[in-house]
């Protein structure tokens, strides 16, 4: 099982290295990253955007370049559709571009595509629930045959023999079994989530109407590190709201060491991985933020329901 899952991440890896992602817009006399910034945007500008910028601005920049993308030749992101674009490619077809229509026309119907974002991603993750929804009775599960499993560790604590080790190992698989616990089914969530992640990232960055709006005073194309660094420090708060749901969520799903994990204390790379999210999201655009925000928010929600399930059977 573990290979299997392994295959499918490095089919998944290749296909995202293969195929088309975000170019940046370079300065061909510099090769510097060519930006663009007034009062309330901050943006690094892209090559293969899908369709045509709205900001005044933000066009007279992307006229300067005319040689390496010439705006007059997209269509409005009104109009986009699935096909539009000289930029086909698995990637793009499969992923990103779906996802970029669906997000205009969510935008267009709610007049605001930062809450577009979030019903999008609110929408993928009820698709998605029978995957996180079996997750999270797992977690629970996990933590009801505890007790059982220390007395498991308990019995086989002093014995190192490979005998004793099989037959603790076949302990601790009827205990799954028993409790009917898969300790390799999260991973297919993970699988899903990351392509998604990186779908919405290129979709935010070639859709113009997208990153140029604001959402409560925030421009859903900058990000926060940008921001705090010209002075805007209230962006600080996307970044505190992604530490404190992702740390609500992970306590959520915090569970007992198993063999797969070799006793390793899940509290520690729980809390490692929250540190490198804590890093990685002052560098997320606020459009990202707020997808992330949206699906963990959800995740809480779902794992309260379980928890409450979970209790009620117990009495």
Avoid at 36 to 42: A, G, H, S, T
Avoid at 172 to 186: E, G, H, Q, R, V
Avoid at 250 to 269: G, M, R, S, V, W
Wanted: hydrophobic share 45%.
């Amino acid at each position: 099982m573990k290979h299997k899952f392994k295959k499918i991440f490095i089919f998944l890896f290749v296909i995202f290295l293969v195929t088309g992602c975000t170019q940046t817009l370079k300065d061909p006399k510099t090769n510097k990253v060519v930006t663009y910034e007034d009062d309330n945007l901050k943006i690094t500008l892209n090559e293969n955007i899908l369709c045509k910028p709205t900001d005044e601005g933000l066009k007279e920049k992307y006229e300067e370049y005319k040689e390496q993308i010439d705006i007059s030749k997209l269509p409005e992101c009104s109009d986009f559709s699935i096909n539009d674009g000289n930029y086909n490619n698995l990637w793009e077809t499969l992923v990103v571009k779906p996802l970029a229509w669906l997000t205009i026309k969510i935008g267009d119907l709610v007049h605001s595509y930062g809450i577009a974002l979030i019903i999008l991603s609110i929408l993928i993750r009820i698709l998605l629930a029978p995957f996180t929804k079996k997750t999270a009775v797992q977690s629970e599960n996990m933590k009801k045959m505890q007790p059982e499993m220390e007395l498991i560790n308990k019995k086989y604590e002093n014995k190192n023999d490979q005998q004793s080790m099989n037959q603790k190992s076949m302990e601790m698989m009827t205990l799954y079994k028993k409790y009917n616990i898969n300790p390799f089914s999260s991973c297919l969530f993970a699988f899903i989530q990351i392509p998604l992640l990186f779908g919405f990232l290129e979709a935010v960055n070639r859709v113009p109407v997208i990153f140029e709006e604001n959402l409560l005073g925030l421009t859903l194309g900058t990000t926060p590190l940008k921001a705090i660094t010209s002075g805007h420090l209230e962006y600080a708060i996307i970044v505190i709201i992604i530490i404190l749901t992702t740390f609500i969520s992970q306590k959520l799903n915090t569970t007992a060491p198993t063999p797969q994990t070799n006793d390793i204390n899940p509290n520690t790379f729980t809390n490692f991985l929250l540190i490198i999210i804590a890093i990685s999201s002052l560098n997320f655009s606020v459009a990202i933020s707020l997808y992330w925000i949206a699906s963990t928010l959800f995740t809480i929600v779902q794992n309260l329901i379980v928890k409450k399930i979970a209790k009620k059977e117990v009495k």
